[in-house]
Structure formats: structure tokens, C-alpha cells
């Protein structure tokens, strides 16, 4: 083995990564349980939580930047410091979405306490299981995981547009809970977002262990060429 | 890509060591090929095998095919036209010292017997240009001897002189290892703008250099072809383990 020193910063890279993970992974959880308790400290703990993050995104982005000028990586080692760019990335975006949910939790607070027709429970479950996942196949290096995350979404993403449409109806209804019915909404929409960013996190495992590359795979493969259609 | 030289079952030896093993390739024309690998792999063995250059030490012996251009240069080409269709430049420049510019650029033409003197100052020039180096050496060319320039210019002179004879392929071994980042970029810039019109083989230590003049890149191993492929896919995703741990700097 040579570049010891190289295979060491990698190895270091991945470890802050993993920290960001658990950070990012936290918020999701202390924001879902600041929604199920209207706990404002667990939001103020969202808040100072998302200021970690996101100084640590800037930590990590500048020593894959370092490696990527000193080390001129190559093959495994160049995607791996793509997808952790990546991947730092969609796990600041998360902490992002546990950001937005506390701020909604702090309006909702104010309002009276409604039921409304949504699972956030189970769909904070499912989104944080996900990330959960997706890290956990980042630290195994494990693609085959991290495609059965993957296939996680599209139940995410059934449940939110059964949030979209119970909440509508809701607004449509009964116009004077059409304030709650939007937060639960953003609620919603912020943990399908999380699932998204799982998703990617998964995606750029993939890319890292096999070389592949499989965003869009299903629209890709439906959508008509552009350099046929004369667009390019 | 059209096939510039078509290798087939090539084998080398130094004495006993057999320094090359099985080489089937096909080396596209007009574009430019890197050829990777830790010292000692076979990769200047190889290209020596090119131009029939391996055989010049007793000791060596080749066996195989090399095809350029439909000429099998194993069968039955004479030394003059090899040398004539496959120009080489080597790592460190060797200009002739005692020789002026133009007349190390018209060597390989005089040697050939070539006399006339407005067509030669003519390919001197076209050269030196192909070359980028007619700007910085265009006033004084009779007098200046070629080991007055600096190493990058040298190296410049040497492959203008090489490409003076009109040759198919360019054989590069490691041409820019001695030369400082500037000279290199030239000579890099230099190998882009003459892919189009010459099948560039091109030896190197230096990855990066693969990756930025290379569109194919074979990676030797124990005299061993062990991948050729793409140099995108070579860098990004190489098939084979060993191709991955040597230029991911695992070992070599």
C-alpha cells in the first residue's frame, strides 16, 4: 500500500461525513418529535443544531476541495470524494428540512391543537429510517443497500400526495383550519423532501462503489432524446 | 476510429526475460493513445516494438505482427520506410548538438537523399510551425545550433524533426518527464493540436498528462496488457482491480 497519508485523509473525510450524518440524522428526529410534543426547546435545539451543520458542511466541502487539488485523485478514489461533495450536501439540505419543520411547529404552537387527516409520525419514520439507511450503506460501501433505499421512496412519496390531498380538502372544508391544514402541508412536503435527500445519498453510494450513475433512471429512460428532437 | 497500427500476438525478450507478453491492440489513427504502467511494466519495450527499435540491442528479439498503415513492419518493410512512417521523441530532447535548427529539422530529409532546397526550406518551416516553436526561433534558424534552446524549445525542435519526414505515427516516450510546467502544457497543447493529423502513441508516468491528451489509454502490468480502453472510463472506472489499485496509487 502507498499513499498512506492520501488513503488517511480519505479515511478522515469519511469519518466527518459520517458525523454530518448523525447530525443531520438528529435534526430530523428532535424536529419530528418537536412537531408530536409543540416542544419549543426542541426546536430552539433544531435551530442551533442546523448553525453545526451547516459550519460543518463548509469543513467537509474544503477538505474534499484540499484532495481534490493535492492528491489528484483517481477511479474509486475520485468518485468517492465526488459523492461525499454530494452527499455533504443533501445532508445540509436535511438539516435544512428539520429547520423548516421547527419553524412551522413554532407557528403551529401558537394555534389551537387540531387533528389533522396525516400520518407525520410514520412518514418522519419512514424518511428518517431512510437516511438512517442510506448512511449506513455509505459506511458499509455497500451498493446493494443502498439501492433498496432507493425503493423506499416511492412510499414517501405516496404518502405525501395522500397528505396534499386529505390537507386541500381540509383548506377546502373548513376554511378556518386552513392555517393548520397549510402547516401540516409544509410538514409534509419538508419530510418528502428528506426522503429525497436519502435518495440521493443512496444514489451517490452507488456511484462510488460501482461507477454507476442512477439519478433519473426512470425518466431518463422514458423521456425522448433531445439530440433527436433538435433541441441540443 | 479508424485502426492506425494493428498489434497481433506480440512477444518481446531481452535475453531470457520475456518483456512482453501476448500484445493484441488495436491503436486507433488520428488520436492520441497513453500508455500507463509502473517502470519496468514493458511500456518503452512496447513502442520500441513500433518502430522496430527494440531489435537494435543483440540481446532483444520480437515476435508478432505490427501493422501501420497496412504495412506489416514485421514482414516485409525496410528500416528506412519504418522510420520514415513512425517519427519517435524520447524523454530527454537530443537535438544534434553541433547542428544549427534548420538543419536538425532537415536531417531526416537529407539522410533520405531529399536535395531540393526551396521544398526543404519549405518543410523546415511547416515543421518548425506544426511544432509551435517557428515563432521563437524563426530569425536566426541557420545559425543557432538546436542545443542553444532552452529544454522545452529542444524538445519542440525534436518533434518538428520528427515530423519533418511526413510521418503516420508520432511514438512520444515519457517526451515531457524532464520539462518544467510550461514546456509541458506546450508540448500537451502541442500533442492536442497534432492528433488529428498523425496516430500519436504516447508513453507516461504522469497520469494527469494521460487524462488530459489521451482519448485511449492502456495500462501495462509485468509486460502485460491488463486493460485498454477509454481514458474517461480508465480514470473514472476502470474494469480491472489492477488497473484501479495502480492508478489509484495503491501500488506501483
Given at each position: 500500500?502507498t ?12 469519518d466527518?461525513?459520517l458525523?454530518?450524518?448523525g447530525?443531520a ?8 418529535e418537536a412537531?408530536?410534543t409543540?416542544?419549543l ?6 435551530s442551533?443544531?442546523?448553525i453545526a451543520?451547516?459550519?460543518k458542511?463548509?469543513?467537509?466541502d ?15 478514489d475520485l468518485?468517492?470524494?465526488l ?7 443533501e445532508l445540509?439540505?436535511?438539516?435544512d ?6 419553524q ?8 389551537g391543537a387540531v387533528?389533522?387527516p ?5 412518514m ?15 459506511i ?17 412519496d405516496?404518502m ?5 390531498k ?9 376554511g ?5 391544514a ?22 451517490d ?7 454507476a450513475d442512477v ?7 422514458t423521456?425522448?432524446?433531445p ?6 | 476510429?479508424?485502426v ?15 518483456t512482453?507478453?501476448d ?7 488520428n ?28 540481446i532483444?528479439r ?12 514485421y ?18 530532447p ?10 536538425n ?5 537529407k ?15 511547416r515543421?518548425?510551425?506544426h ?6 526561433v ?11 534552446l532552452?529544454?522545452?524549445q529542444?524538445q ?6 520528427a ?13 515531457a518527464?524532464?520539462l ?8 500537451e497543447?502541442?500533442?492536442f493540436?497534432l492528433k ?9 508516468h504522469?497520469?494527469q ?11 501495462f502490468?509485468?509486460?502485460r ?6 481514458t ?5 472506472n476502470?474494469?480491472d482491480k ?9 501500488f506501483?
Open positions: 500500500m499513499r498512506i497519508r492520501f488513503q488517511q485523509s480519505l479515511d478522515e473525510l469519511k466527518q461525513l458525523e454530518m450524518g447530525m440524522e438528529q435534526a430530523i428526529q428532535r424536529a419530528t412537531y408530536r409543540r416542544d426547546f426542541i426546536c430552539d435545539l433544531v442551533q443544531g442546523e451543520i451547516n459550519r458542511q463548509r469543513e467537509i474544503q477538505a474534499a476541495t484540499d484532495l481534490l487539488a493535492m492528491e489528484q485523485p483517481m477511479a474509486v468518485r468517492f470524494i459523492s461525499a461533495i454530494k452527499i455533504n450536501a445540509e439540505r436535511v438539516g428540512s428539520a429547520e423548516n419543520i421547527s412551522r411547529v413554532r407557528k403551529m404552537e401558537k394555534m387533528e389533522m396525516v400520518d407525520i409520525s410514520r418522519a419514520s419512514l424518511a428518517s429510517e431512510m437516511v438512517r439507511k442510506s448512511l449506513q450503506s455509505f458499509d460501501a455497500d451498493a446493494e443497500s443502498a439501492r433498496a433505499v432507493l425503493a423506499m421512496d416511492d412510499a414517501v405516496a405525501n400526495r395522500a397528505a396534499y386529505a390537507l386541500t380538502q381540509v383548506m377546502m372544508e373548513q378556518e383550519l386552513a392555517p393548520q397549510l402547516n401540516a402541508l409544509m410538514i409534509a412536503r419538508a419530510l418528502e423532501r428528506v426522503a429525497d435527500h436519502a435518495t440521493s445519498v443512496a444514489e453510494v452507488i456511484f462510488w462503489v460501482q461507477g439519478r433519473h433512471s426512470k425518466s431518463l429512460k423521456a425522448p432524446d439530440h433527436e428532437m433538435g433541441a441540443v | 476510429m479508424g492506425g497500427i494493428e498489434v497481433s500476438n506480440l512477444n518481446a525478450w531481452y535475453g531470457a526475460n520475456h512482453l507478453q500484445i493484441n491492440l488495436n491503436i486507433p489513427a488520436h492520441a493513445t497513453a500508455l500507463i504502467g509502473p517502470s519496468g511494466c514493458g511500456k518503452s519495450t512496447f513502442v520500441r516494438c513500433l518502430n522496430r527499435m527494440h531489435e537494435t540491442n543483440p532483444a520480437v515476435t508478432g505482427s505490427v501493422l501501420i498503415g497496412g504495412l506489416d513492419i514482414a516485409n518493410a525496410k528500416p528506412v520506410e519504418i522510420r520514415r512512417r513512425v517519427g519517435m521523441v524520447f524523454q530527454r537530443n537535438p544534434f548538438p553541433t547542428m544549427s535548427i534548420y538543419d529539422v532537415a536531417a531526416g530529409l539522410l533520405n537523399g531529399f536535395t531540393n532546397r526551396h521544398a526543404l526550406d519549405e518543410i523546415v518551416e515543421s518548425l510551425k511544432a509551435a516553436l517557428w515563432d521563437e524563426k530569425d536566426d534558424l541557420k545559425k543557432q545550433s538546436g542545443a542553444s532552452s529544454g522545452g529542444q519542440r525542435l525534436c518533434i518538428a524533426r515530423l519533418a519526414v511526413d510521418p503516420e505515427v508520432l511514438l512520444m516516450d515519457e517526451p518527464s524532464a518544467d510546467p510550461v514546456s509541458t502544457s506546450k508540448i497543447d502541442l500533442i493540436q488529428s493529423e498523425y496516430t500519436i502513441v504516447i508513453v507516461t504522469n497520469m498528462q494521460a487524462a488530459r491528451v489521451a482519448e485511449k489509454t492502456g495500462f502490468l509485468n509486460g496488457m491488463i486493460e485498454f480502453d477509454s474517461q472510463k480508465i480514470f473514472t476502470p474494469t489492477r488497473t484501479e489499485d495502480y492508478i489509484t496509487g495503491r506501483g
